[in-house]
């Protein structure tokens, strides 16, 4: 499970989507800072030019001219103000740091519960054909015994032809039950990206509840709502539209920056002249035909529908978590109707066998019964793997579904208990 949440695409996407929106909080936070650049220009001209700077220049001193003019500049810049735009841009980064964790934390859930839907998919197939398998051995014991009073002239050939006849189709149903544990198993490995060979069904140990009582339903709701990633990335949209908000504001708003340069002339005979300046930039907003107040309406927008959004979300979760919640309690309310009716059939295939191996029954009721008990284990195999699943469907509506939860819930029954 640990090498799956590494390993397979969605979660490893997830990992590497987080991972951009951290670079992406990083590079906003680093626009705080002082900005420098070096630029460099050879320029050649068609006649002499003067090299270095006019206002340099004093009345004895001639200056230098030459048609081939070097010119080199380092500039830096620092933004004092600029009306909130460069927090608004962190806040809005730092929401989809968020928005990516609650992203990985949703990939893991849903891994995690299609891992444990693929592993007790695999037990009930395995348990399912295990019973077939004995109602295979209950067949061929008939026939057996059909044959053997046919040849005494004790029964009729219409009971031979019978027992075959239930035993050709269970062999075929044989088939099909291999083929669906087959398949489950395979599923099981590729999610685990592991070889098929280690996810037999022999190979799996049976789990069970560690505690079969549901819990609170109305605590759980309030705790899902905390935690689960769904809510979580409602949340992360709505501080984005606030960030987005903030930065359209800004753009009313006069900015106010310190700037500094040094430059150098140079010509091709080697005179070179340095100057350097530094002052403060301030650049106002006048009119722009209305563009920024139409960008502010629609990230006032954008925010509303977030708000509301977190609001679809809180409700999403409780319905979730209600209807996990009354799938769980149905499934635990079954299991013991479904374990007794399965020993209650293999009372009656008991019986109905001791009748007919004294004369006193008929083949076909045996053979009812036995199909009947087969139905019988094979939905208390189904009811079983459904109180665990619906269990893990709950968790998962919680936010609650991880490596740690199915440690602490989730416990393999001891050997004489297994069935």
Do not use: C
């Not at 689960?228 to 006069?254: F, G, I, K, Y």
């Not at 209650?344 to 009812?368: C, F, H, M, S």
């Not at 009811?383 to 509506?397: F, I, N, P, S, W």
């Amino acid at each position: 499970m640990k090498r799956s949440l590494i390993l397979v695409p969605s979660v490893a996407a997830a990992r590497a989507q987080q991972r951009q929106a951290e670079e992406g909080l990083a590079a906003e936070k680093g626009a705080r800072g002082p900005r420098g650049a070096l630029n460099g220009w050879a320029t050649q001209y068609q006649k002499p030019t003067v090299v270095g700077p006019i206002h340099g220049f004093s009345p004895g001193q001639f200056p230098d001219f030459d048609r081939t003019v070097l010119q080199g500049q380092f500039s830096t810049s620092y933004t004092l103000w600029d009306g909130g735009a460069t927090g608004a841009r962190i806040a809005a980064a730092g929401s989809q740091v968020g928005g990516a964790e609650a992203a990985l934390g949703a990939a893991e859930q849903d891994l995690a519960a299609r891992v444990a839907a693929a592993y007790l998919t695999a037990l009930g197939k395995a348990r399912t054909l295990a019973a077939h398998d004995q109602r295979l051995a209950a067949l061929e014991a008939e026939l057996a015994r059909a044959r053997r009073l046919l040849d005494a002239g004790k029964a009729p050939q219409v009971e031979v032809i019978r027992a075959e006849a239930n035993l050709a189709g269970a062999r075929s149903q044989r088939v099909s039950l291999a083929a669906a544990l087959d398949n489950a198993e395979r599923d099981l490995a590729r999610l685990l990206d592991a070889p098929v060979e280690e996810t037999r069904a022999p190979r799996l140990a049976p789990e069970r509840l560690k505690d079969p009582a549901p819990p609170d339903r109305e605590a759980l709701a309030k705790a899902a709502i905390e935690r689960s990633p769904a809510v979580a990335q409602a949340r992360v949209q709505l501080a984005m539209a606030e960030a987005n908000v903030t930065l359209a504001v800004s753009a009313l708003r006069p900015e106010l920056r310190a700037v500094a340069n040094l430059n150098d002339w140079a010509s091709s005979k080697g005179n070179a002249d340095t100057e350097w300046n530094a002052g403060l930039q301030v650049t106002v907003p006048l009119f722009d035909g209305g563009t920024v107040r139409r960008r502010i309406a629609q990230a006032q927008a954008g925010r509303a529908a977030a708000a509301e959004q977190v609001r679809l979300a809180d409700a999403q979760v409780r319905e979730a978590i209600d209807r996990a919640a009354a799938a769980a309690e149905e499934a635990q309310a079954r299991i013991e109707s479904l374990a007794r009716a399965a020993d209650r059939y293999a009372e009656v295939a008991r019986v109905q066998k001791l009748l007919l191996d004294n004369g006193a029954g008929t083949q076909t009721d045996y053979l009812a019964a036995e199909a009947d008990l087969l139905t019988a284990r094979a939905s208390l195999a189904e009811g079983e793997q459904a109180v665990v699943l619906t269990r893990v469907d709950l968790a998962r509506a919680a936010g609650r579904l991880t490596l740690d939860w199915l440690n602490a819930n989730l416990e393999t029954p001891p050997l004489e208990t297994r069935p």
